[in-house]
């Protein structure tokens, strides 16, 4: 059975800080990781990644993964306080169409 | 815009009802997705179709089924509801990319009570 955990389950901090959001996997035969921003309402898409060790990046957001330690970093630098929300982690293993998604992490920031 | 619409965004229904919730996307998508969110248990998908007509059950699909007659519509059925089965309810849609499932657009969800 595919497994994904995210740590820490929950996270405040105050604008300005560096925060760094994890995502640890077991599936068999990975096909691909990817995380999401949650606020109130549908889930939106940052970042698909399928390689080792390529960073991607978009504005404060940026993220990698290590598939030889099973695991995927998010990093958010200078965070704001529009970036509360809850942060999912999904992974797609051997069966096409079916994600595993972490409990989330819920991030508080705080002016 | 790209969007996936699920018509009732708040429903409460009656324990042995028929609950049907309706998801349409506008994006020409292959894939559709259900999904329900539960806290501290994170999304679980329910069932998908990759094709018309087509269905795959995921990890929760006892008392739910599902229809896809149309590509741009994916309905979930709950054919008795029970008490279980309240809880957010989140359809997503994909376009087919061959090796992964690729980006999931999301609806907004629906809120589901079954008292």
């Known amino acids: 059975e595919d497994k994904v955990v995210q740590s820490p389950l929950s996270l405040v901090v105050h604008e300005g800080d560096t925060v760094t959001l994890n995502c640890s996997y077991e599936v068999t035969n990975f096909r691909s990781l990817l995380w999401y921003k949650q606020e109130k309402k549908a889930p939106t898409f940052l970042f698909m990644l399928?390689?080792?060790?390529i960073e991607k990046k978009s504005g404060r957001l940026s993220s990698i993964l290590d598939k030889k330690e099973l695991f995927s970093i998010l990093n958010i630098t200078a965070t704001q306080t529009g970036d509360s929300a809850v942060y999912l982690c999904?992974?797609?293993?051997?069966?096409?169409?079916?994600?595993?998604f972490g409990q989330g992490t819920i991030l508080t920031v705080h002016p | 815009d790209v969007k996936v619409t699920q018509s009732s965004r708040y429903l409460v229904k009656r324990t042995g009802e028929k609950v049907f919730l309706e998801c349409v996307q506008d994006?020409?998508?292959?894939?559709m997705f259900w999904y329900r969110q539960d806290p501290g248990l994170g999304l679980r998908l329910i069932y998908f179709s990759y094709d018309v007509k087509m269905k795959e059950k995921g990890d929760i699909p006892e008392g739910y089924s599902v229809s896809r007659e149309k590509k741009e519509r994916f309905s979930l059925i709950l054919e008795s509801a029970s008490t279980n089965q309240t809880s957010m309810y989140l359809c997503?849609?994909?376009?087919?990319?061959?090796?992964?499932?690729?980006?999931?657009?999301f609806g907004e969800g629906s809120r589901l009570t079954v008292l």
């Open positions: 997503a849609s994909s376009r087919f990319q061959g090796g992964n499932t690729g980006e999931l657009f």
């Open positions: 994006m020409d998508h292959e894939n």
């Open positions: 999904a992974v797609e293993g051997t069966s096409y169409g079916k994600l595993t």
């Open positions: 399928t390689s080792s060790g």
